[in-house]
């Protein structure tokens, strides 16, 4: 009966419109297992299928299909079928089908993303030891990586920006090896500092993958003398010490007086990098030059010796009487000056007065009459004072 099967086709194409199956793309590193998920939210006992990029069945429903003991049955249900791919290469990247039977056939695509881990970088270029001075190269290489690696080299924990970047396709035609060149000029505070190669890639977890060269570096000595005491006293004793540093590390120093040989061994005794000097005297003033060689070269300091009296030190750090003296003595010339000044001054306007009430008293029988008189000579006041030349 035509007309049923066409009945029942209808019906069935109209549940399965609501059926759909439901994928992720997913990214794995070589080496590691991939989880492939399908899921259909509502399925009326329609089957499942995965397949691989070459269209090859891997699992319909719960049955395996291709013979590869990588691929293994995580969960089969009419709402999920789930598969997982052990020890994933590089070749089993690509697009994956998953596959929903209902009429007409229903799929949706994953795509299996393989990392290629950057293998452990090695840096070459460095032969030591290097002399101070020289240009530097140092070449830091890895190889397998996909997508291809990031290289970042580091000085001192500083990154270093200015650097030369490769990147190669290797013979798989899938991976990359990347190579950095660093390029600098070396001084003697490079010696014993760590320079260090980063790789840095999606793979690696955040951990990175690190080559380490320690540098070496070779320079002529530098030489500094320290005396025991800033102010060397006759009598007393002083060391001077040769601080010499270089590499290879500096012979025993030389010590030398005026250029020639220290006059006085018994007193002058050198003792490693230290010239002990017994009981300064006068004659002991000069300039002392300490040498220090090695198979770089040789550098020198000198240091010129002034022997003081103590009598004359012990005046210079007491208190200095001659100035307190001169001090004292301004100030009193200038207080007997000012004290004349003011004499002069009060003598010159000085001037014999009578008072209101002495005026009209020269006259008065009483006091009374006295008053009265004093105050009628106001107006002649003026004219009664006299000046004294």
């Not at 996909?146 to 490769?166: M, T």
Request: with cysteine.
């Amino acid at each position: 009966n035509l007309n049923g099967y066409s009945t029942l086709f209808k019906e069935y194409s109209h549940c399965s419109q609501g059926q759909f199956p439901l994928t992720q793309n997913v990214t794995v590193v070589e080496g590691g297992t991939a989880i492939l998920t399908c899921r259909v939210d509502q399925n009326d006992n329609t089957s499942l299928q995965w397949s691989n990029p070459a269209q090859q069945t891997l699992y319909f429903d719960d049955k395996k299909a291709l013979r590869d003991n990588r691929i293994e049955l995580v969960r089969a249900s009419w709402h999920e079928l789930s598969i997982s791919v052990s020890d994933v290469s590089l070749s089993d990247e690509g697009q994956y089908t998953c596959s929903l039977f209902t009429m007409p056939v229903k799929t949706s695509k994953a795509y299996l993303t393989v990392l290629g881990v950057p293998e452990k970088p090695q840096i070459s270029g460095f032969s030591s030891p290097v002399m101070e001075g020289d240009l530097m190269q140092l070449t830091c290489k890895t190889s397998g990586s996909k997508p291809a690696a990031d290289i970042r080299w580091f000085k001192n924990d500083k990154e270093i920006k200015d650097v030369k970047y490769l990147k190669e396709e290797d013979a798989n035609r899938k991976t990359f090896t990347v190579s950095s060149t660093l390029d600098f000029r070396v001084d003697r505070s490079d010696d014993g500092v760590a320079v260090i190669c980063r790789v840095d890639h999606e793979s690696l977890n955040a951990t990175p993958q690190v080559a380490m060269q320690v540098l070496e570096i070779h320079y002529t000595p530098s030489v500094k003398i320290i005396p025991s005491t800033p102010f060397p006293q006759e009598g007393q004793p002083l060391i001077l010490t040769c601080e010499s540093k270089g590499k290879p590390l500096p012979e025993p120093v030389l010590w030398t007086k005026d250029g020639g040989e220290l006059p006085d061994p018994d007193r002058m005794v050198v003792s490693g990098r230290e010239l002990n000097i017994l009981f300064l005297n006068k004659t002991d003033n000069g300039t002392y030059r300490c040498e220090a060689t090695n198979t770089i070269g040789q550098s020198s300091a000198e240091y010129v010796l002034i022997v003081h009296d103590p009598n004359a030190l012990a005046g210079q750090n007491g208190p200095d009487h001659a100035l307190i003296g001169g001090i004292v003595a301004v100030v009193v010339f200038v207080t007997l000056c000012s004290i004349f000044l003011l004499g002069r001054y009060l003598a010159r306007h000085k001037g014999t007065y009578l008072t209101n009430e002495a005026k009209g008293a020269e006259d008065a029988p009483d006091a009374d009459t006295a008053i009265i008189n004093a105050e009628g000579s106001q107006v002649n006041a003026e004219e009664k004072k006299e000046y004294f030349i």
